[in-house]
């Protein structure tokens, strides 16, 4: 009788069909020039790499890459072990999480994207492909992507045009205006008084991206007086050419479990992570304008945004060091003053009276 040999692989669990795909941009982007799907695919990996490998090959294009939204996916595994297996294919070539500038002048947004390989590259192909890739973020699609599966859903068909001219008048009624009454304290004469004018809001673009910060996080809550005391250091930022949603994603990348002071860590950060001054070039004629595509890797453990040859494998240089040396992170300075500053606190009311 022949014996059986089981794989000590787990089986890749199937792709939902209630699986959520992310915004028009965002999203799983596949790289070109794959090899084609087989068996053995990722044999080289551990099994909870290999598995976790497996699930995200099999994702259409376009779907969420997010930690909790894969956990949700994959039971055997929670989200602390799926952020890990990303490190890990990470290092081993098969993602590059990405954030790129689009539009130009005032019209510039970032768009993120987690680029992924079935096949394993090394640090200089990424680099290569991602200074060279500029399809389109929001229409092109990736050069050996499948058509997407049935259970995407299609675009909502447009809603029907309305007619114009007299026909549209018949079919939409107009209500009849009705005449001012004076009131009895009015002379019939006199004309109403006019609505008081509406004063713009006195904030600059830098006082509302503080402002903003708490509400996409509420460790980075602000009062109105600590965005009035951080205005200059975020104005600097502007004057010196980054966007707004750069300087806020810069400000809530790699946040600690818990912030104690969110003034301190703000202002640490505005004062430490502060952009250099770009040199004056000269400035290109009006009717032919020079779009600039501006691409950054997020270090795939923390989400700090650098250039691709300052994050090998995908990785910054702190979470580079634990993944490859198993060394513990070296504390904030922030924290570490926020932590005594507490305790002092702490002391003083304990204190007898």
């Known amino acids: 009788m022949a014996a059986q040999h089981f794989s000590s692989v787990l089986p890749v669990p199937a792709v939902s069909a209630a699986y959520p795909m992310a915004k028009p941009g965002y999203g799983k982007r596949s790289a070109p020039g794959q090899q084609p799907r087989t068996r053995d695919d990722f044999a080289l990996l551990p099994a909870r790499e290999r598995y976790v490998a497996g699930f995200v090959d099999h994702l259409p294009e376009g779907a969420a890459m997010g930690v909790k939204q894969l956990a949700k996916q ?82 909502e068909p447009p809603l029907p045009a309305q007619p114009e001219g007299p026909a549209a008048a018949e079919q939409v009624p107009v209500p009849a205006a009705v005449p001012h ?23 600059s673009p830098a006082y509302l991206a503080l402002a903003r910060l708490g509400r996409d996080d ?19 930022w502007l004057d010196r050419g980054v966007t707004v949603d750069y300087l806020t994603s810069t400000l809530k ?11 301190g860590l703000i202002r640490r950060r505005l004062t430490d992570k502060m952009p250099p001054r770009l040199p004056t070039t000269a400035s290109t004629p009006a009717d032919t304008p ?11 453990d923390c989400g700090r945004p650098g250039q691709p040859e300052a994050l090998p494998d995908g990785l910054c240089r702190p979470c580079h060091t634990i993944h490859t040396a198993g060394s513990q992170p070296s504390p904030d300075p922030t924290q570490i003053a926020a932590v005594k500053a507490h305790m002092a606190n702490l002391r003083d009311l304990l204190k007898p009276v």
Do not use: K, M
């Not at 009454?181 to 904030?203: G, I, K, L």
């Not at 020079?290 to 795939?300: H, Q």
């Open 218 to 236: 509420h460790r980075l809550g602000l009062s109105a007086d600590d965005c009035t005391t951080l205005e200059p250091l975020a104005a600097q």
């Open 290 to 300: 020079t779009p600039t595509r501006r691409v950054l890797v997020e270090c795939t």
């Open 74 to 155: 994959l039971p055997l595994y929670g989200q602390q072990a799926v952020s890990t297996s990303l490190n890990a294919l990470s290092v081993a070539g098969h993602l590059r999480r990405v954030r790129r500038a689009v539009g130009v002048g005032d019209e510039t947004r970032w768009v993120f994207r987690t680029f992924w390989s079935r096949t394993a590259r090394d640090n200089e192909w990424w680099n290569a492909y991602l200074a060279t890739e500029n399809d389109s973020p929001d229409t092109a699609p990736a050069p050996d992507s499948a058509p997407p599966p049935p259970w995407v859903p299609a675009e």
């Open 181 to 203: 009454q004076p009131t009895p304290t009015q002379a019939p004469d006199a004309e109403p008084p006019s609505p008081p004018t509406r004063e713009a809001a006195p904030f």
């Open 253 to 263: 990348a790699g946040l600690p479990a818990q912030v104690d002071s969110p003034i």
